[in-house]
């Protein structure tokens, strides 16, 4: 009988979760973007439609790291499986502490984040419904899913990739591809956007070592690799969500744009907003052929002039790279073995010693930067402390007092 109910209730869950899937689904629908013509916009929009519904938006990836090491899930195997309880603990932690740090007037619906970002993960990832996801895939999925810097992203993408010398291994990098473009099909874009070997192949040369900056270098750039071109696609969205220009739509005549706005190269002064674009409308002499360029800001026919005058009198490059150099090798831990001490003492201040602590580099992955020390012994942190005082004790008394 016990068995009987235990089954029913099973049933009921999944029921519920099917349920909760299709809403999702539907509500994606009802955005009418699979009328939008190009793939990479499609499934940035698709994509971006999940992440602000399931408040992913929200939180970024150091939010991400430190809910994965409260749920003590940052030291362990990647290839471990997580069970739905597991899983909704992590996403619980998310929202939960997100919660925290909003104001009361902006608080979100705890529950219906975790229920929909938990749904989601299984319809991408747990395709035979055993209700168990790798940790890998997991973290995969919330790093690319979450708001933040995309560049914080990738460097903490690489540090699961790579190995101790900071090289990226290419079976890794496999199994990357293989999980993040699951977010793609998901949405119903696997045919443009889906896992092949050629894909992985056509990324990096096997034979050429790969390191954090060669990595970077490459999905960072214009265009970016073509498996991952929505990927960038999905933070340029994000940024210019509110942008707002003063034009008119040469299509729908609405008198201002919000977006992207696009221009054509070869109708004078002809303008399209972006979802007008995105839909392929084309009026007068204008069409689908021409060479469009996208703008994600707007400028006054002053400040172009201003910006024009000072580039051509400018001798060097106005350009900025598109993130800063790391260093080939992973940072090491510092070896204080021997350090000599000084005199007179530094004066003991506990905020700055935190801070101190916490920005040394603790393991060898070139993703340390804003990692906190979990493996220092509180021990001999006051056995050191202890030998430190007898030492200025012994050096106060042999000094010579003054009369």
């Known amino acids: 009988m016990v068995q009987t109910l235990g089954m029913i209730e099973d049933s009921g869950k999944r029921g519920n979760t099917m349920a909760e899937r299709r809403q999702l689904f539907a509500e994606m629908r009802a955005q009418d973007l699979d009328r939008i013509r190009l793939s990479t916009y499609r499934t940035s929009c698709k994509l971006r439609f999940v992440q602000k519904k399931g408040n992913l938006h929200l939180v970024d990836v150091w939010n991400i790291i430190e809910a994965l090491r409260e749920n003590s899930l940052n030291n362990v195997d990647p290839n471990v499986e997580l069970n739905v309880a597991r899983l909704e603990a992590v996403l619980s932690t998310i929202f939960y502490q997100l919660n925290k740090r909003m104001p009361t007037t902006h608080q979100i619906n705890v529950e219906q984040s975790i229920s929909l970002m938990l749904n989601f993960l299984l319809a991408a990832y747990d395709l035979e419904g ?235 992955s070139p993703f340390t930067n804003k990692m906190l020390t979990e493996n220092v012994s509180v021990t001999s942190a006051v056995t050191d402390e202890h030998c430190l005082i007898g030492l200025y004790v012994r050096q106060l008394q042999s000094m010579p007092r003054s009369v």
């Not at 192949?201 to 096997?206: E, V």
């Not at 034009?247 to 008198?255: L, P």
Request: hydrophobic residues 35%; aromatic residues 10%.
């Open 130 to 364: 055993h209700g168990k996801i790798t940790l890998f895939a997991v973290k995969m999925a919330l790093a690319t899913l979450c708001g933040g810097k995309i560049m914080d992203k990738l460097r903490y993408i690489y540090s699961m990739i790579s190995d101790s010398n900071g090289v990226m291994v290419y079976e890794r990098y496999d199994q990357f591809l293989r999980e993040v473009l699951k977010l793609p099909t998901a949405v119903f874009e696997g045919p443009s956007f889906g896992y092949t070997e050629q894909a992985a192949r056509s990324c990096f040369s096997q034979q050429k070592k790969v390191t954090l900056n060669s990595f970077l270098d490459t999905l960072m750039s214009d265009p970016p690799p073509q498996c991952l071109v929505w990927l960038p696609l999905l933070h340029r969205l994000a940024n210019v969500e509110n942008v707002f220009h003063p034009v008119e739509c040469s299509y729908c005549h609405s008198e201002s744009m919000m977006g992207f706005r696009y221009r054509c190269q070869q109708c004078h002064n002809y303008q399209l907003c972006q979802d007008c674009f995105w839909r392929g409308h084309a009026s007068g002499s204008h069409n689908n052929q021409h060479q469009m360029k996208e703008y994600t800001s707007w400028k006054s026919p002053a400040k172009k002039l201003s910006t024009a005058l000072s580039k051509s009198l400018s001798c060097a490059s106005n350009r900025e790279p598109l993130h800063p150099m790391f260093p080939d090798q992973p940072e090491k831990p510092l070896n204080l073995a021997h350090i000599v001490d000084t005199w007179p003492p530094r004066p003991v201040n506990s905020m700055n010693d935190n801070i101190f602590s916490q920005s040394v580099p603790s393991s060898g």
